[in-house]
């Protein structure tokens, strides 16, 4: 009998089905095996006899997890999980699991302590709400990608390896190259820009490694990246309003197909507004000294303290989950970053606040190349080892801008999770190289 | 006015437009500035009289690849390209470009060889022939996880920096971990198949990183990997199933949304067959002595002219571009394959031919704890450094299997460019670590 998933028995009522997958649960209560088998689409409760019905879990020792295949009839049976039940089984164990799991999987939350889940990641992403986790990683991904190529994105693959570290020499992993010396990359920030200059508009989900020695619940040295980029915009607010879209397709995807995942982690879903509010930084921090009597004015960036005040206004004032913060001081950002032409101190860059936490930075870039020449020096850098960067900008490039998501940091703020390591399929951190 | 794309230009005819974009090519003839404006979409000729029209250009010095923008009544005009034309311009400079380029980019194909094309593929991507083939990538990607994404396979992204080399000790770029030595992955394949625990059917578009010293046309030290692993598998020939539709999905997709870049390229697209003939290697072996005289049985492994012959006999026999080698001998394949369980000196992987060149390397693995214990024994490889990978296979696995596409190497193969760093976006091999 040909094998169907757990989704597809809900049809099946009154009929003979087989279903493979994973013993989640096995209890015993009056004589009866209450077994749950899990498959890649969701989970099924099958009863047995104790006695012949269940004899091939007596004799290969099989307990949880063990890899199954059931035959039973498909019954309806309103007290069970999903509204029905597999009955007459036919059991046969394809991977019979006989030693004591390190972490038990099937309880919603598991009673283990973070570096456990995290040693074990292997075996604990089995249970369901770690699994959701993931599995709505999945579904941001699909979305930011789905939004972009509707608008007309190429999806771009850049290199890793990268001969020069990408925005400063700071925190960045070396590598041994054939004898020489190579470092990983930070970001596409600079592929994705001399790409503009190809396909006018360009996006990639793909993974960037940061050598910060930072060892906080926000870290991880290495994450996933959905970055975009694209020529012919007026400023950084033409990058705001594809972002705001971007926002609101992954929100939309993820509600209309990852409902169960989110009821799991009872997640509450933000609104993304039409027009998500904004406002420049310099107004910020004059609102930060009216409201609470603060005086962060001259200070170069916006403490998390900051960020948790602009958030409780944007939601008093707007009803908004979400706030731009544009024009944050040219010394604290990149060198390729464009300045506001109006006030040059200033910087056509923005940071997107989600529930008061920063989300994604993005802005509009110098797209020409004296303006790039007069930055590095600036920034007291060499020229030589941006020069095929600089060709891109030599050779014709339209104002452009873009912006950078960090998945498991979306993660993290959307599901409220408090470590961004467990919004991370296997994390690497300072510490952390396994699994 | 808004700016509107040149391929929303083709309905505008009578209209007044204004377009945005790089000066691809600017000729005078006869008193005339004949103009191809390309942008993200295509191209589009404006013409000009040399005089107050083409004014702006002149007092710039713009040359080509100077972005601008231009409004003008679009006219038709069967001798233009595209058949319509932009006629009273008014032009705007946006990014002057006053140097001459590097390479002419201008022609369909780039009067320049290949070190000079590589070391300016910055500017040399915008050619509209290597523009078509990058772009072709992206196609290839979007096709491979809408196949997969439509048969529930759950997408992952996966650690690039890993503690223990992935198959083996060789080939692998070693790392400064925060002071530890770590490695950069040579493929997602111990992951993919944990997740394989997780969510059943899983894949992985990302980079894979080799640190082959070979200085080859088929080599790249960083490139682009297509992974799909999936459990409940019969044995490889269910892998192969899934592998036909992959191809045949990447094949329809381009033939629809990509008919001008294979033009442009002129690829002679296959046919992939309702079912890929296959032969297993002891039975290829023995055709090759038939048919060419040659005594290859022994060998462990199919030569490149073996290859050539199998293809040749696969269109000849079946009229296919595609033919399945399996049962390749377990002593050439990696330590967690699946033997055949008839003929254990064979395993149950398989290598995909098209047009009598290795493609695609896939398998069914072995999925019982005890037989990765005694595979690492027989490989004389330690048991430690695997420990959570053999961790998925500890708590119940099905059996399972899967396959790895090489993005660049089916860019190579379709289009039958002759190197494989023409299909790469920015090539790392032993000598190239810029752009």
Redesign the interface.
């Known amino acids: 009998m040909q ?1 169907i ?1 757990t989704l597809e028995v809900r049809a099946c009522v009154g009929e003979r089905v087989r279903v ?4 989640q649960s096995l209890r015993q209560m009056g004589g009866i095996n209450f077994m749950v088998l899990r ?3 969701g989970t099924l409760q099958a009863v047995a006899e104790i006695g012949a019905e269940s004899a091939p879990l007596v004799e290969s020792a099989a307990g949880v ?3 199954i295949a059931i035959e039973g009839d498909v019954v309806e049976m309103p007290r069970a999980p999903g509204g029905i039940e597999l009955h007459n089984l036919r059991i046969e164990v ?2 019979p ?1 006989t ?1 004591v ?2 972490v038990s999987l099937n309880k919603r939350k598991m009673a283990a302590n973070l570096t456990t889940l995290l040693d ?1 990641a ?2 604990t ?2 249970n369901p709400e770690r ?1 959701a986790m ?2 709505l ?2 579904g941001v ?2 979305a930011f ?1 789905a939004v972009l ?1 509707t608008r ?1 994105f ?10 020069a570290a990408t925005e400063s020499g700071a925190n960045v ?6 004898g ?1 010396p ?1 470092y ?1 990359a930070q970001s596409p920030q600079f ?1 994705k820009q ?2 503009v ?5 360009v996006f990639e ?3 960037v ?1 940061r ?1 910060e ?1 930072h060892d906080t619940t926000r870290h991880v ?2 994450f ?1 990246s959905l970055d975009a980029e694209f ?2 915009i007026e400023n950084h607010f033409t990058v705001m309003a594809l972002l705001r879209d971007v926002m609101a397709g992954i929100i939309a995807h993820l509600r209309e197909s990852y409902a169960a995942e989110l009821g799991l982690l009872h997640v509450v879903m933000p609104v993304v507004p039409e027009k998500i509010p904004h406002i420049h930084f310099s107004d910020a921090q004059e609102l930060i000294l009216q409201r609470h009597g603060v005086d962060v004015r001259g200070e170069p960036d916006l403490s998390p303290q900051d960020e948790r005040w602009l958030g409780e206004w944007a939601k008093e004032e707007f009803g908004s989950d979400f706030l731009y913060v544009t024009g944050y001081p040219m010394r604290k950002r990149p060198f390729y970053t464009h300045p506001d032409p109006e006030r040059p101190e200033y910087s056509n860059s923005f940071d997107l606040l989600f529930r008061g936490t920063e989300l994604v930075t993005g802005g509009q870039r110098l ?2 190349y004296a303006d790039y020449l007069a930055a590095l020096e600036k920034a007291q850098l060499p020229v030589e080892p941006f020069e ?2 600089l ?2 900008f ?6 452009e801008g873009g912006f950078a998501i960090g ?1 498991e940091r979306l993660l993290m703020q959307l599901t409220g999770i408090p470590n961004v390591r467990l919004a991370t ?2 994390p ?1 951190d ?1 510490n952390r ?3």
Do not use: C
């Open positions: 094998r998933s493979k997958g994973w013993l498959d890649g689409w997890e063990s890899v394809v991977s699991v030693e799991l390190p074990h292997v075996i992403h089995r699994r993931l599995r990683g999945a991904m699909a990608r190529v007309d190429t999806e771009i693959q850049t290199p890793k390896i990268v001969a992993f070396k590598l041994d190259y054939f020489r190579a990983l592929y001399i790409l200059g190809v396909f006018e508009r989900v793909g993974p490694f050598a020695p040295n290495e996933v020529g012919f797209h020409r095929s960067y060709e891109a030599r050779y014709g490039m339209p104002p998945l399929t296997f690497r300072m190289l396994t699994p």
